[in-house]
């Protein structure tokens, strides 16, 4: 009974290496897997900032436009890196954990297994104990015979899965750095190269001459205010007919010669009566001088 008891205490701490390695390698499966979702996201969104880098690019000027188109291409190299990044996680880090369900699945029968035969054992060791209290001596055999048999039985799945729970851990060991070894390896391969193209994309965005474009903008500004300063009229100093305000001018200054002529002529009248009025005073005031 002491040998079931250690048995027992020895599955248990098999089968808590097994449901540790179930819960966490579960876990990091799942975690894997939404990491390698984001970062083939991040491809894809970074994707399409190249697009609008491209139609960016030609709608502005030469210098930034070259500057820009630049950094695009650099830009959608690191998506390349990236897409081998997200194979690579695929295909080293996410397939060895997903199989882990199977293997432990595998290792959970093996237990299974165990148990049936130490229950047997168990339950054949009662039926002697049983017969050894009330049955007689041929039947007193038959029982330890059993016992014996389940004994034997249980000894050698017990065997069994000592060697398969070692292998077990052995190769859970194994797996669990090389699993993250190569997700390490992944990522540095990416990040070194990635790092050469940000460094060539730096250099070219840091290049940029924006004096240039600058130049050229303002020549391009400074040539349609000179077009509209030659579309702008100049005033003459000999007022001339073709001007688009000359015929107004005109009729002004003939409206105001005539409004002179006018005044003229009605200076004139009034003169020529002040005139006539004079004279007849004269001539009646030498009449009253001739009566006297």
């Not at 065997?159 to 052995?170: C, R, Y």
């Not at 070219?204 to 300063?229: C, M, P």
């Amino acid at each position: 009974m002491n040998l079931i008891l250690s048995r027992d205490n020895q599955v248990k701490v098999m089968e808590n290496v097994v449901t540790n390695a179930e819960t966490f390698f579960g876990k990091f499966c799942t975690l894997m897997a939404s990491y390698t979702r984001k970062t083939a996201k991040l491809r894809d969104k970074s994707d399409l900032l190249v697009k609008q880098l491209f139609d960016y690019a030609n709608t502005e000027n030469p210098e930034l436009r070259t500057v820009v188109r630049n950094f695009a291409e650099e830009l959608a190299k690191v998506q390349d890196y990236r897409q081998a990044e997200v194979e690579r996680l695929e295909t080293k880090v996410l397939l060895p954990l997903k199989m882990y369900g199977g293997l432990i699945k595998q290792t959970r029968a093996e237990i299974k297994k165990f148990n049936k035969a130490r229950n047997n054992e168990i339950k054949q060791l009662e039926k002697l104990e049983k017969v050894r209290q009330k049955s007689p001596s041929d039947r007193h055999i038959i029982a330890e015979s059993n016992v014996q048999k389940a004994s034997v039985d249980a000894s050698r799945t017990t065997q069994q899965l000592e060697e398969t729970i070692d292998e077990f851990q052995k190769q859970k060991l194994k797996d669990i750095q090389k699993i993250f070894l190569d997700f390490v390896t992944i990522e540095m391969v990416f990040h070194a190269k990635a790092l050469e193209v940000y460094s060539s994309a730096f250099q070219n965005l840091e290049s940029y001459d924006l004096e240039k474009d600058l130049e050229d903008f303002r020549a391009k500004t400074h040539i349609a205010s000179g077009t509209l300063n030659e579309a702008r009229p100049v005033p003459a100093t000999n007022p001339s007919s073709s001007l688009p305000w000359s015929t107004g001018n005109q009729s002004v200054q003939s409206t105001l010669q005539k409004l002179t002529l006018v005044e003229s002529d009605e200076e004139s009248e009034e003169n020529q009566l002040e005139d006539s009025r004079n004279h007849e005073y004269s001539q009646s005031q030498r009449g009253d001088n001739r009566t006297r």
